[in-house]
């Protein structure tokens, strides 16, 4: 990955969590990954997600 892309994905995850919270970045970073993300609790709990977790 170039730097300029990483400058500028670094950018839109910090205006994307400004502006559209957890939710949004959530969403583009699924996209990113082409994949699903989501955000656990030290507990291993789903907290957020970017929809449903895979099965497995």
Do not use: E, F, K, Y
Not at 8 to 14: E, G, N, T, V, W
Request: proline share 4%.
């Amino acid at each position: 990955m170039r730097a300029r892309q990483r400058d500028d994905d670094l950018l839109r995850m910090q205006r994307l969590a400004r502006n559209g919270g957890t939710a949004g970045l959530l969403r583009w970073l699924a996209g990113r990954a082409d994949g699903w993300a989501g955000i656990a609790g030290s507990d291993g709990t789903l907290l957020s997600a970017s929809g449903a977790p895979p099965s497995g």
